[in-house]
C-alpha cells in the first residue's frame, strides 16, 4: 500500500516570499499524485496532478510542483506568496491500477503581511 | 450552480440516532466517494462506488453504510452516531480513467454530542 507524508504541519511565510510545502509518497511504483487546496469552510478543490506526462506539473494560481523519483517527493512551490494563498493544502496520491487515493495530513499555509 | 452539492451543510445530533448525508452531483461522474475529515489526519475513505451497482468499502467503514440510489446521487448514513463521529464529511466525484482526479463538494459539518 502507498502512504503520503506531508512535513510540515503548519508553514509561515511572508507575503512575497517563496512557499515550500513539502509532499513525500512511499510505494514501489510512482503513483499518480495531487495538491489539493481547501480554504475556510469550503471543499477541497484542485491544484495540480502529476500524471507522468511531465515532471514539473504547473498548477493554477502560480503554484508548480516536481516530481522527483529519487526522492520520492512532490512539494509544491510558489515563487511569491500572496495573502489569499493561506489556506490548507494536501497532497494526495493514488496507484494507477488503485482505486484507493490516500491524503497527507495536510498543512496550514499562514501568509503575513 | 455548483457541480457537487451536500444537504445538509451542518448538522447536529445525539448519541443513537440515525443520520443520513447526501450528496448529489451534476457533473455527469460514475464514481462517487465519501471522506471524513479531521484535524491532523487529513482525508480518510468511507465508501466508495464506481457505478450504481458498485460499492466498495473503504479504509474507515465501521459505523457508516451507503446507499447510490442513481447515478448522481450517493448518500453516507450512520445507523447510530456516537460521539467519535464528528467530523467534517465531503463527498467526491471522478470520471472513471486511469488519472480518476476527483472533484469535492463543499462539506458537511457533523456534531454528535
Known amino acids: 500500500a502507498q502512504s503520503v507524508t506531508q512535513l510540515g504541519s503548519h508553514v509561515s511565510v511572508s507575503e512575497g516570499a517563496l512557499v515550500l510545502l513539502r509532499c513525500n509518497y512511499s510505494?514501489?511504483?510512482?503513483?499518480?499524485l495531487f495538491w489539493y487546496v481547501q480554504y475556510p469552510n469550503q471543499g477541497l478543490q484542485l491544484l495540480l496532478k502529476y500524471t507522468s506526462a511531465a515532471t514539473l506539473v504547473k498548477g493554477i494560481n502560480g503554484f508548480e510542483a516536481e516530481f522527483k523519483k529519487s526522492e520520492t517527493s512532490f512539494h509544491l512551490t510558489k515563487p511569491s506568496a500572496h495573502m489569499s494563498d493561506a489556506a490548507e493544502y494536501f497532497c494526495a496520491g493514488k496507484l494507477y491500477n488503485n482505486n484507493d487515493m490516500r491524503f497527507g495530513a495536510g498543512t496550514r499555509l499562514t501568509v503575513k503581511p | 450552480d455548483a457541480d457537487v452539492t451536500q444537504t445538509p451543510r451542518n448538522r447536529i445530533t445525539k448519541t443513537g440516532k440515525r443520520i443520513m448525508l447526501e450528496c448529489s452531483q451534476t457533473k455527469g461522474h460514475d464514481r462517487m466517494y465519501w471522506y471524513r475529515q479531521d484535524p491532523g489526519l487529513g482525508l480518510r475513505l468511507i465508501y466508495y462506488s464506481f457505478d450504481v451497482k458498485d460499492i466498495n468499502k473503504g479504509e474507515i467503514s465501521d459505523g457508516y453504510s451507503v446507499s447510490r440510489q442513481a447515478q448522481a446521487k450517493f448518500s453516507l448514513s450512520l445507523e447510530s452516531a456516537i460521539p467519535n463521529q464528528t467530523a467534517l464529511y465531503f463527498c467526491?466525484?471522478?470520471?472513471?480513467?486511469?488519472?480518476?482526479?476527483?472533484?469535492f463538494g463543499p462539506g458537511t459539518r457533523l456534531t454528535v454530542l
Open positions: 467526491a466525484t471522478s470520471r472513471s480513467g486511469s488519472v480518476d482526479t476527483q472533484y
Open positions: 510505494s514501489s511504483v510512482p503513483p499518480y
